[in-house]
């Protein structure tokens, strides 16, 4: 997992108490693990709610509860940068609200880059056919965003005025990967971009001095 703390990868390994048995065959859950980072340390504790007769298990994050992640790059669009910033900070509550936010953030994106279709499924294959070798995406972002579309039907619930933050069944796991999606797009989409055109302006600033043209692309 990823501490919510201060971000560092770690493989869990949790403690868990049971607190009391419930009414109608479920009972409850409190586990604990702490991160192993010696900058941070802290503990990550959450609350689950066990069904005894299907042994399904409901799992909530309580402390904390809002998740620490990378600051958001400065060249992402503020409406989408405070749609991240909303799904991180809700995602130890709820998974779910956090991975509506991150699927309607992806969304915001894809559009704002040409990629528009009646839902978010058919946007992700505009995306992925994309046959502009100048737009394609790196075959590690490719497999990411493809695998959205397993979680919850994630990807095929259309967008619109009304089911902006439609509520879907996801794991936590699958939430924090939305995220990571999401920080791969901003990666993709917003920061390579302006390095790329900041490193053109410096080459054609040298060339315009030596009165050179300035450079293709």
Known sequence: MKCPHCGVEFHDQWTVAQINWGRFY?????????????????????FGIIDSDDGSEEWRIIDPTTATRGPVPKEVPGTIANDYIEACNVLPISPKASAALSRRCLQAMLRAHGYMAKDLAKEIDLLLNETDTTKAIPSSLRTMIDAIRNFGNFSAHPITDVTTLQIIDVEPEEAEWCLEVLEECFEHFYVRPAQAAARKAVLDAKLAQAGKPASKG
């Open 26 to 46: 479920t009972h409850r859950r409190v586990q604990a693990t702490r991160c192993p980072s010696e900058e941070c340390g802290k503990y990550i504790v959450s």
